[in-house]
């Protein structure tokens, strides 16, 4: 099992930044891919941003040029640094973690972003 905990959500204006964090325990050794993914009222949670052991990263259309994803392997942590924030971003931020056999889910962080 692998356990996720999130931080560094809050309240911004548009324009400013965000920097999530989210740090991984347990079986560290068996992650394959970690990722960011959203959920905003009334819509289906969506891929943020993932990045792979293999060294792969994958951004959503919608946050390509304004969201990094990067990290930590000594921390075992990911980050995910959110610039030129929009108000279509405000939605829970879940950290996540994929294993061969699982998929394990942080309990979220909600990010609001004030027009």
């Known amino acids: 099992q692998v356990q996720l905990v999130e931080s560094g959500g809050g309240l911004v204006q548009a324009g400013g930044s965000l920097r999530l964090s989210c740090a991984a325990s347990g079986l560290i050794f068996s992650i394959n891919a970690m990722g960011w993914y959203r959920q905003a009222p009334g819509k289906q949670r969506e891929l943020v941003a993932q990045?792979?052991?293999?060294?792969?990263?994958n951004y959503a259309d919608s946050v390509k040029g304004r969201f990094t994803i990067s990290r930590d392997n000594a921390k075992n942590t990911v980050y995910l640094q959110m610039n030129s924030l929009k108000p279509e971003d405000t939605a829970v931020y879940y950290c996540n973690a994929a294993t061969l056999n699982s998929v394990s889910w942080g309990q979220g962080t909600q990010v609001t972003v004030s027009s």
């Open positions: 990045s792979t052991r293999a060294g792969s990263i």
